[in-house]
């Protein structure tokens, strides 16, 4: 990912270790602190609350006034009652919301708990701010625009002030298996950690320490495969790695090297005959290579992007359109801090 986005539209998930009743902790809302454990052990957290519903659009509706009573006549409008503050919780460091445009914090310092730092906001959204970045120690760790329904917890290692990046990487099994993989402790450079969601309720997550020692993860399901292959592909000292696991990441094979000279690698692995799409940074431009199913080179190294990319990550993803035409999509920042889409219907010659 470019940067790690807060998506303020994702269903009710939450992941905890299974010593702690964090459920149970997070109902309490953090109002007191015999609520919270000496030590806690939440792994992470993203809540669309039930009472910060996204605005819905009733047409024809009459305008409301600022405490929601009807007022004028009928008009073409979405209204949102939503009040509770929106928050953001980390115990590696207070994380706020940065408006680099009106250049001011919106959050502000609301309560402390145990070793968690609990900042809030309660700003009027008008649905059409530009994109916010997510700080902490002063350091920039995410983005996301403003919205009035999520707030979430920032995973101890994962999103560290300490980072010169944020990686944080996801994926899906056809069998609604979430499975995540991210650098461990504060430094760019840690021990890999995957771990796995069910997709059943209490989503408790089991976390496997990897050997590898990496700046980069990225994960990928091959949802053709009937085995439902993890590929695990990492930047190592400079270079693009691969390795494979059938149990979700518990265990993986020997590594293999995909390129010696690149960083923020990507893959994605076709739905349509299992082809996997590898795409990296190097210095500016974006090379890649594709493989068959069996791993057969396909494509060898060859340059996607020519120029203009910051070493910032970069997003594949297949679309698949019409009778199963495929269409390879790269997102990635270019040096100007823009986001930059750009689409392929082989993977190869991008526009």
């Known amino acids: ?20 009743d964090a459920q149970q902790w997070f109902s309490e809302e953090f109002e007191t602190e015999e609520a919270a454990p000496a030590t806690p052990k939440v792994i992470g957290i993203l809540v669309n609350t039930w009472r910060e ?14 405490d929601m009573q009807p007022t004028g006549s009928y008009v073409q409008e979405v209204w949102s009652l939503a009040q509770s ?16 445009v009106g250049l001011t914090t919106w959050t502000t310092l609301e309560a402390t708990i145990g070793n968690w730092l609990i900042t809030s906001h309660e700003h009027i959204i008008g649905n059409d701010e530009p994109m916010f970045q997510i700080t902490q120690g002063g350091d920039q760790i995410a983005q996301g625009r403003p919205w009035w329904g999520y707030f979430s917890v920032v995973p101890d290692g994962i999103a560290d002030s300490a980072k010169a990046s944020v990686c944080v990487a996801h994926d899906r099994s056809r069998a609604d298996r979430h499975v995540f993989g991210w650098i461990k402790g504060t430094s760019t450079t840690g ?14 997550m089991d976390t496997t320490e990897q050997a590898i020692t990496a700046e980069w993860v990225w994960l990928r399901f091959d949802r053709a495969g009937a085995e439902q292959t993890l590929y695990l592909v990492t930047e190592e000292s400079g270079a693009v790695y691969v390795r494979t696991s059938t149990d979700e990441g518990r265990t993986f094979s020997v590594a293999t090297t995909i390129d010696s000279a690149g960083t ?11 082809r996997r799409f590898y795409y990296w940074i190097d210095t500016a431009t974006i090379h890649g290579k594709i493989y068959d199913a069996k791993g057969n080179v396909l494509e060898a190294e060859f340059t996607a992007v020519a120029a203009g990319v910051a070493d910032k990550g970069i997003v594949a993803r297949e679309r698949v359109i019409n009778a199963g035409e495929r269409r390879i999509t790269l997102t990635y920042i270019d040096t100007s801090n823009n986001v930059v889409n750009v689409e392929s219907d082989d993977g190869v010659t991008f526009s």
């Open 1 to 20: 990912m470019p940067d790690a986005i807060f998506d303020p539209l994702l269903n009710p998930d939450a992941w905890f270790d299974p010593e702690l």
């Open 53 to 66: 519903v996204p605005p819905l659009a009733m047409f024809p509706w009459r305008a409301r006034d600022a």
């Open 85 to 100: 503050p929106r928050r953001y919780i980390s115990s590696s460091g207070a994380v706020h919301l940065y408006d680099p």
């Open 191 to 204: 021990l890999v950690v995957i771990a796995r969601s069910p997709n059943t309720s209490p989503f408790q």
């Open 264 to 274: 923020k690698p990507a893959l994605e692995i076709s739905e349509l005959d299992g």
